[in-house]
Structure formats: C-alpha cells, structure tokens
C-alpha cells in the first residue's frame, strides 16, 4: 500500500480497491492534468474501461480531483490541492500548451485579481491560458 492514496481514501472514507489506489498514485506522480489515455498508460494493471471511468466518477464526486476541458472536446484530470476545502473556495486557473498539449495547473487565484464586483458569488470558473510551456520554450 502506497502512502498517498492510502490517506486520501481513509479520509474521504472510500474503499481501498486496486484501480483507486493505481489511479491517485498516477496523477500524484504526473505533474500536469492527465487524459484518460494518459491515465491508463502510468496505470499498473489493465483496468478495463467502465472500472477507470467509474473510478474518474467516484473522484469527480468525492472532489479529490477535477476535469478540465482542453479546446472543447478533450477533458483531462487533474488532483485537488489539499486541503480540498481550500480549493472549492478559491480554484485555480490552468496552462495549455499549443505546442505539447500538457496542462498545468495554475496556483490558486484570489477573486480580487479578477475584477469581480463584491456582491456577485462566484461557484465555479474556467480560465484557461493558451501558450508554449517552458519546455517547449527552449526547444
Ligand atoms: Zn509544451
Ligand atoms: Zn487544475
């Protein structure tokens, strides 16, 4: 048993079954947002597919992770920051890069760098910044 999925589950009180475990140690490890055929390539096992989905859903539920859209049809996944409080208040924006496709979760963004008026309540927001990542850059 590997220690971080160990914790995350325990304290979301989910079952410890072998494709959970597999997947939050695979996006842990990556340092961008992962599609599910990225996923399933780091996985271990070969899950089948209504297991990882189920499993992506279960997540998506519990808010241990999030999706993110890439150019309307590609969705990729990413972990909530602990404490997962702290991340359903504030959010983050994502990095896309034209160049590889990876996605990079941003740090978290304060409402007061956006302009929001006071009294508007904010539950969710999609920013996404289009560019070329560091890597990229260089080559
Ligand atoms: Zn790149
Ligand atoms: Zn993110």
Known sequence: MQKFSKIVLETKK???????????????QAS???????????LHFDYDRATLFRT?????????IHQVVVQKNEVKYALNQLP?????QVGHAHFHCDKCN?????????????NIPKD???????????????QCRAN
């Open 120 to 134: 508007f309540q904010v539950n969710s927001f999609e920013i996404m910044f289009n560019g070329f990542c560091a």
């Open 102 to 114: 990876k996605v990079f979760c941003l740090d978290a963004v304060s409402r007061d760098l956006l």
């Open 56 to 64: 992506l859903r279960t997540f998506l539920e519990n808010s241990l």
């Open 32 to 42: 961008t947002a992962l599609s599910e055929q990225e996923i399933k390539d780091r």
């Open 84 to 88: 997962l409080q702290l991340e359903q």
């Open 14 to 28: 989910l079952q410890k079954t072998p494709c959970r475990i597999d997947v939050l140690e695979a996006l842990n």
